[in-house]
């Protein structure tokens, strides 16, 4: 069993929660996501870790009610326990892996929309932490919306906040910050956008436009977070991969996002998962070898 020590609500629907997890806190990275469980019968539920500490021993998650699973978690409280909490699974930010020395010399922009600010967070911090500054946009629909502001605040080089009704920061969509910050005179080597599918595919069709090569991590597509239910199959650059074995990080400007969201409302009913299986045949499945 592992004990929430920390349960509140962020905003509307959206909840964060510090689990006791001391062997996942010692080998986690910025990036990488857990496997949730509340109960013997309770779905198995993937969420990007939003922070850790390593000496408390403590995973930070953040999830948004959206079924009977995320609804069922929302009711535990501080002393309650998961009985499953798995991970550290997925791959690490690339930066992770990129030299120090290296990063510095970047200008990096991070993108987040909605509950993306979660995943968002522990990389802006971890680059904070080895001396590197990057720009972060948080976008939410509205101020009510909008998480985790002044832990960003903290850890970021400039934080620039934008509300889809104008009701707090800057009025509009990510997108057109992005280009009012290019306008400005601005400069990035690399953007990593986090948040709903549609947001990502209009920040990468931006970036492109702008000679900003991008990073998109895919998320918001995760079901079983192993690759055996074929859920989170995509295609990038005209190849097969799985957001939770083989990303969840990915090419943005090279992901299939129509294709993806397409499989996305067909997955949801028993009669279009059907259809897939039989569509994708043994590349449905991405965890077991393409077992067929």
């Given at each position: 069993?592992?004990?929430?020590l920390?349960?509140?609500?962020?905003?509307?629907?959206?909840?964060?929660?510090?689990?006791?997890?001391?062997?996942?806190?010692?080998?986690?990275?910025?990036g990488?996501f857990?496997?949730?469980?509340?109960?013997?019968?309770?779905?198995?539920?993937?969420?990007?870790?939003?922070?850790?500490?390593?000496?408390?021993?403590?995973?930070?998650?953040?999830?948004?009610?959206?079924?009977?699973?995320?609804?069922?978690?929302?009711?535990?409280?501080?002393?309650?326990?998961?009985?499953?909490?798995?991970?550290p699974?997925?791959?690490?930010?690339?930066?992770?892996?990129?030299?120090?020395?290296?990063?510095?010399?970047?200008?990096?922009?991070?993108?987040?929309?909605?509950?993306?600010?979660?995943?968002?967070?522990?990389?802006?911090?971890?680059?904070?932490?080895?001396?590197?500054?990057?720009?972060?946009?948080?976008?939410?629909?509205?101020?009510?919306?909008?998480?985790?502001?002044?832990?960003?605040?903290?850890v970021?080089?400039?934080?620039?906040?934008?509300?889809?009704?104008?009701?707090?920061?800057?009025?509009?969509?990510?997108?057109?910050?992005?280009?009012?910050?290019?306008?400005?005179?601005?400069?990035?080597?690399?953007?990593?956008?986090?948040?709903?599918?549609?947001?990502?595919?209009?920040?990468?069709?931006m970036?492109?436009?702008?000679?900003?090569?991008?990073?998109?991590?895919?998320?918001?597509?995760?079901?079983?977070?192993?690759?055996?239910?074929?859920?989170?199959?995509?295609?990038?650059?005209?190849?097969?991969?799985?957001?939770?074995?083989?990303?969840?990080?990915?090419?943005?400007?090279?992901?299939?996002f129509?294709?993806?969201?397409?499989?996305?409302?067909?997955?949801?009913?028993?009669?279009?998962?059907?259809?897939?299986?039989?569509?994708?045949?043994?590349?449905?499945?991405?965890?077991?070898?393409?077992?067929?």
């Open positions: 069993m592992y004990k929430i920390e349960a509140r609500e962020l905003a509307a629907n959206i909840y964060l929660m510090v689990v006791e997890a001391k062997r996942i806190a010692k080998r986690c990275e910025p990488q857990i496997i949730v469980r509340t109960d013997e019968g309770g779905e198995r539920i993937p969420l990007t870790i939003c922070d850790y500490d390593r000496e408390k021993g403590t995973v930070t998650i953040v999830f948004q009610i959206v079924g009977a699973g995320t609804k069922r978690m929302a009711g535990l409280k501080d002393g309650d326990s998961f009985q499953d909490f798995v991970g699974l997925g791959c690490a930010s690339e930066f992770v892996h990129e030299p120090v020395e290296e990063l510095k010399k970047k200008s990096i922009l991070f993108v987040a929309g909605g509950v993306g600010t979660a995943p968002v967070y522990p990389q802006v911090k971890w680059l904070k932490e080895k001396g590197v500054d990057a720009d972060v946009i948080v976008g939410a629909k509205t101020k009510d919306l909008l998480i985790l502001e002044k832990e960003m605040e903290a970021s080089g400039n934080l620039y906040v934008t509300t889809d009704d104008g009701s707090y920061g800057r009025s509009g969509m990510v997108t057109q910050t992005i280009k009012d910050l290019v306008d400005e005179g601005k400069r990035y080597d690399v953007c990593v956008a986090i948040g709903p599918m549609i947001m990502m595919k209009f920040v990468c069709k970036t492109k436009e702008l000679g900003i090569p991008t990073v998109v991590s895919l998320n918001p597509i995760m079901v079983d977070g192993t690759g055996m239910c074929g859920a989170c199959r995509v295609t990038v650059d005209g190849e097969v991969k799985f957001a939770c074995v083989d990303g969840p990080e990915f090419d943005g400007h090279k992901v299939d129509d294709q993806a969201m397409k499989r996305q409302q067909m997955y949801k009913t028993a009669e279009g998962r059907a259809a897939l299986r039989e569509e994708e045949g043994d590349t449905h499945h991405g965890g077991c070898g393409n077992c067929g």
